[in-house]
Nanobody, 124 residues
Framework: QVQLVESGGGLVQAGDSLRLSCTASGRTGSSYTMGWFRQAPGKEREFVAAVRWSGGNIVYADSVKGRFTISRDNAKKTVYLQMNSLKPEDTAVYYC?????????????????WGQGTQVTVSS
């Protein structure tokens, strides 16, 4: 089992930055891939970014490329999502997720463990 706890959400203005954190506990290791997803009101949950615990490949959704950066601190068992140049359309609940795979995957149903989510609201 893997437990995930997100933090760092909040209310910001367009153009501001936020950094989300996701701390993992339980059975984690280099064979896991960590992902960030988001869900806006009335919309389906969508992929944002993913990275392997062991490093290497990183994948981003086209909508956040160049603005968001995913990174990890293995010693702290924490994955970060640095979000710059935020837009109102980035408003959503952001979820951290984990899956036992060596591949960097982006489909929701490929992830087994989920955090409770953290709200990000970007005002115009």
């Amino acid at each position: 089992q893997v437990q995930l706890v997100e933090s760092g959400g909040g209310l910001v203005q367009a153009g501001d930055s936020l950094r989300l954190s996701c701390t993992a506990s339980g059975r984690t290791g280099s064979s896991y891939t960590m992902g960030w997803f988001r869900q806006a009101p009335g919309k389906e949950r969508e992929f944002v970014a993913a990275v392997r615990w062991s490093g290497g490949n990183i994948v981003y959704a086209d909508s956040v490329k160049g603005r968001f950066t995913i990174s990890r601190d293995n010693a702290k068992k924490t994955v970060y999502l640095q979000m710059n140049s935020l837009k109102p359309e980035d408003t959503a609940v952001y979820y951290c997720a984990a899956t036992y795979t060596i591949w960097v995957v982006s489909r929701i149903n490929e992830y087994d463990y989920w955090g409770q989510g953290t709200q990000v609201t970007v005002s115009s």
